[in-house]
């Protein structure tokens, strides 16, 4: 089992720039292939970002340039950096910890992220 808590969103006007936080907790931490997503409003979740334990990353084009997912495997933690945010980045922003061997695939709780003047 793997627990996730996300922090960091907010309110930014557009432009602007936001960091998100998600801690791990759990066993064996480093074989997850740990990730971001979002869902705003009437709309499916999709991919933001991933990032496997060695440090490949993978992105969404809709965001590459802006968004920067990093990790720190010694502190269980992943990250999102956001910067020249649009409003139609405006959504609830997950983390994620998937082993596709195993079949576990594990959620936080979200963390809102609103974009407006």
């Known amino acids: 089992q793997v627990q996730l808590v996300e922090s960091g969103g907010g309110l930014v006007q557009p432009g602007g720039s936001l960091g998100l936080s998600c801690v791990a907790s759990?066993?064996?931490?480093?074989?997850?292939?740990m990730g971001w997503y979002r869902q705003a409003p009437g709309k499916q979740r999709q991919l933001v970002a991933t990032i496997t334990s060695g440090g490949s990353t993978n992105c969404a084009d809709s965001v590459r340039g802006r968004f920067t997912i990093s990790r720190d495997n010694a502190k269980n933690t992943v990250y999102l950096t956001l910067n020249s945010l649009k409003p139609e980045d405006t959504a609830v922003y997950y983390c994620n910890a998937r082993y596709v061997p195993l079949g576990r695939n594990y959620w936080g709780q979200g963390t809102q992220v609103t974009v407006s003047a």
């Open positions: 759990g066993n064996n931490l480093s074989i997850y292939v």
